[in-house]
């Protein structure tokens, strides 16, 4: 009974933990994976169709409520979404003021967006872990993970943008030459030590969206394997444990958004200072 229980355990880990994947099987052709073997077997080219549909979505809700907020402004007494937005806009103007000592005006609405955008992915961790899974296994989906950003391929795809952004801003701002001595003169600026400097500083520069999505993967994904362990005690624990780690993991999911924010806004204006 033990043993059935621990495998029981076991497949309900790893059903919550894996994602609708669609791609090319080398025997099914073109169709969704039903185990995390086939998954596999479809190579680097699958495509998470959970974490696609939840950070669109988000994105969408993201796009809608601002707008909605926009069209309902008021000089007059504002209402309960004309404040949120609001606090939400001067929180990431004072951030941008604090962090980027450049002049660009892009930074801020991306700021904004990554920020909110992350937010409300994040959120989703907040609904029961067992809601969808269930909801969706009565329409015939095997799998659904809701939180997008508990996948690296979304998160690395976020930082992923931001170094491509700080690639550009530091050619289109310094100039090809001056990104090209920026990187071989630096730290240590005599002709002899260009090697040794292209090394940490391409080190440094690869390290950036590595440490931007990995983080941000590894506390969310570390946050759903607790609510998963959560789940399967039993019924009074359930209620007694995971309240409070919800309550707590409001802060971490909104921490969460504000660090990946602040580093990308950090990033960036590196890139456009001189050296």
């Not at 962090?99 to 967006?113: D, E, R, V, Y």
């Not at 990187?183 to 950036?208: C, M, Q, R, Y």
């Not at 959560?230 to 993991?249: G, Q, R, S």
Request: proline share 5%.
């Amino acid at each position: 009974m033990a043993a059935g229980n621990e495998v029981s355990s076991t497949y309900y880990i790893q059903h919550h933990l894996q994602n609708l994947t669609f791609g090319n099987h080398p025997e099914n052709g073109w169709s969704l994976a039903h185990s995390a073997e086939e998954a596999r077997e479809m190579g680097f080219w699958a495509i998470h169709l959970d974490t696609m549909g939840w950070s669109i979505a988000m994105g969408l809700l993201f796009i809608w409520v601002f707008r909605k907020a926009g069209k309902m402004a008021t000089t007059g007494v504002p209402g309960g979404l004309q404040n949120a937005v609001e606090m939400v806009v001067e929180f990431i103007e004072n951030l941008t003021r604090a962090t980027f000592h450049g002049k660009n005006p892009m930074i801020a609405p991306l700021a904004l967006t990554l920020f909110v955008w992350i937010l409300l992915m994040n959120t989703l961790k907040i609904i029961p872990v067992d809601y969808f899974p269930v909801l969706f296994a009565k329409l015939g989906v095997d799998y659904m993970k809701i939180v997008p950003t508990t996948d690296p391929n979304a998160t690395l795809g976020m930082a992923l943008g931001v170094f491509c952004l700080i690639i550009y801003y530091s050619i289109k701002v310094k100039g090809a030459g001056g990104f090209a001595r920026e990187l071989s003169l630096t730290p240590f600026n005599h002709w002899a030590l260009i090697p040794f400097n292209l090394v940490l500083e391409i080190i440094g520069l690869l390290v950036k969206p590595l440490g931007l999505g990995l983080r941000l993967f590894g506390n969310m994904f570390a946050g759903e394997v607790i609510f998963i362990l959560i789940a399967l005690l039993p019924f009074w624990a359930i209620w007694l444990l995971d309240v409070p780690w919800a309550i707590f993991h409001i802060l971490v999911v909104t921490l969460q958004a504000f660090i990946f924010t602040t580093l990308s806004v950090v990033y960036l204006s590196a890139a456009h200072e001189h050296h």
